[in-house]
């Protein structure tokens, strides 16, 4: 992931490391609209700026990995900047997916993002910049970002004709790392292999947020395509019995994600209407999902996309 970052994205790096040095406490907003890229630099802009790997006495990550971002965290948060760095000349706070915060929360965090210590650098990453409260959006800079060109370019040569096959690698950094590291022979040796899993084993792994995650995914979605009507019902209660409270909040969000990608590229009223339901499910909190009803109605609309027909009444 180092390299990738150091060869294709240094134009962003150098920005951003310019924009923290002419600061003396700063808030920076990192936003941008691909799965992965923005939290990818976000993570690693701390070592790019101070020149070494980080400690963990002058770096903090709150990383709500599809949970909330409640009051605690931000109170840590708070308690972590009181005292000055100890190596590093600055003292940094990454918060991931930071539209995860609880109003709560937000509120808390209002005073420091506007006036952090003068050697403190919050840094906070979102692909949802609207899904943010106007208080939060005033109180930082925001720096949105993109893919850079080059690293496309790189994913789409390596792929040749057969890129297709991999569209969702070109909305996530991260997974198309990870098959430029692989290789697109033993990606789809992978594939080939999940085909032969049982559902539990495809469900457990599917909440993982790499490149394997995402095959289970897709594999389930193949899957529930084919299923007749009681094969698929008993296949949603089974889900939400093995997978349970986070597990299962994720898993449901990563999937409407995928759905997202994979079924909904036209813009007729009716999948305008399907996508405002799919983009409600995103941004819900945990405490507010009904994982089972959910999930059902986004494989619904995932059946009938791949059958070309209502799939349910």
């Known amino acids: 992931m180092r390299e990738y970052l150091l060869e294709h994205s240094k134009g ?69 900047l009181n005292y000055s ?48 409260l106007p208080t939060i959006r005033s109180r930082v800079f925001r720096y949105r970002v993109e893919v850079p060109r080059s690293f496309l370019d790189l994913l789409r040569e390596r792929l040749k004709d057969r890129w297709s096959d991999f569209s969702f690698a070109f909305r996530d950094f991260k997974v198309a790392v990870e098959i430029l590291e692989k290789g697109e022979e033993k990606v789809r040796a992978k594939m080939n292999e999940l085909r032969t899993w049982d559902l539990d084993k495809l469900l457990k792994k599917g909440v993982d947020r790499n490149l394997e995650g995402y095959l289970c995914r897709k ?41 997202m990608l994979e079924d909904f590229q ?7 209407k399907d996508l405002s339901f799919l983009d409600s499910v995103l941004r819900v909190r945990v405490a507010n999902l009904n994982e089972k009803l959910t999930l059902l109605n986004v494989l619904i609309l995932h059946r009938d996309r791949k059958r070309g027909v209502k799939s349910w009444n």
């Open 266 to 272: 036209e813009s007729d009223f009716q999948s305008l």
């Open 219 to 259: 594999e389930i979605l193949r899957r529930v395509s084919e299923m007749g009507e009681k094969e698929f019902l008993d296949f949603v209660d089974h889900a939400v019995e093995v997978l349970r409270n986070r597990e299962a909040f994720v898993f449901v969000q990563e999937l409407t994600r995928l759905v």
């Open 85 to 132: 760095p100890e190596l590093y000349m600055r003292k940094y706070v990454i918060v991931h997916d930071c539209e995860r915060m609880t109003q709560q929360a937000a509120n808390a965090f209002l005073k420091t993002l506007e006036e952090p210590p003068e050697y403190a650098v919050i840094i906070l990453d979102t692909r949802h910049w609207f899904y943010l």
């Open 12 to 80: 962003h790096l150098e920005e951003m490391k310019a924009i923290l040095e002419r600061s003396r406490g700063i808030s920076v907003l990192v936003s941008g609209e691909d799965l992965s890229y923005q939290r990818e630099l976000a993570s690693f802009l701390p070592e790019f700026v101070e020149g070494f790997p980080p400690k963990l006495s002058d770096v903090m990550v709150i990383d709500p990995e599809g949970e909330n971002i409640g009051i605690d965290e931000v109170r840590d948060a708070k308690e972590f």
